[in-house]
């Protein structure tokens, strides 16, 4: 989080470049929305002990077991920085488009949902359990949804594609229980990596970051987001 945090500020200082960085989590961890309320987590019995952490991006909680998890940074002159929409959906297409040619059909929400004229229901405190237009959905369950973050125009989008159920969320399916694929997330962020790219209309190429990056990274981590006061803000 601090990473993705620190590739933000660069961006939004330095609007001449983009960055792309996928990862997994070596310790499965609870990452509340920016806007969550913490004591939701607590309040319930299998979050109480779990490892958490709240994201610098709005939208609902994520379980980083079994999934892939992806930080974009555009800067505010980049043709998908506006409308915030543009970005959701240039980058779930392009997942989309991973998925279908592993016989997984994923859709854009919005365009499997009816309109209703009923009131809307509250949020789920689980991001995989809501369902947002923008959010990629496969045989009725989400697998890839998306929140963002914007700073002096420039734009951190975290997403997360659900790979295969966890014992703690046993209610949600990931790609892996609907088709026959890899489950490793490495596996996953070599075969995301140049298509999102060029969903950005950019070439992927290593970066050298600024000397004083990982020091600045490194203030975030310990003032932010091992900050017991920052996690529980809400």
């Not at 990473?3 to 939004?12: C, K, P, T, W």
């Not at 609907?178 to 209309?201: F, I, K």
């Amino acid at each position: 989080m601090a990473i993705d945090e620190a590739l933000l500020d660069l961006v939004a200082s330095d609007p001449t470049v983009a960055w792309l960085r996928t990862y997994g989590w070596s310790t499965p961890t609870l990452s509340l929305g920016y806007f969550q309320r913490w004591a939701d987590a607590d309040a319930e019995p299998r979050w109480r002990s779990a490892a958490k952490v709240r994201r610098a991006t709005g939208g609902g909680a994520i379980w980083h077991e079994h999934e892939l998890t992806y930080a974009i940074v555009i800067p505010s002159r980049h043709p998908l920085s506006r409308p915030n929409t543009a970005l959701y959906r240039a980058v779930h297409a392009a997942i989309g488009s991973i998925l279908t040619g592993r016989e997984i059909e994923a859709r854009r929400h919005g365009d499997l949902a009816s309109v209703s004229t009923a009131a809307p229901a509250p949020h789920p405190f689980l991001c995989f359990a809501d369902r947002d237009g923008e959010d990629l959905v496969a045989e009725g369950s989400k697998v890839v949804g998306s929140a963002q973050r914007r700073r002096a125009g420039a734009i951190l989008q975290h997403g997360s594609l659900l790979l295969r159920r966890s014992a703690a969320t046993p209610e949600l399916a990931g790609v892996a229980d609907l088709a026959d694929v890899a489950t490793d997330p490495r596996t996953w962020s070599d075969l995301v990596a140049e298509p999102l790219c060029r969903a950005l209309g950019m070439e992927p190429v290593p970066g050298d970051l600024p000397n004083d990056f990982q020091a600045h990274v490194e203030l975030l981590e310990q003032t932010v987001y091992r900050d017991p006061k920052w996690n529980a803000k809400r």
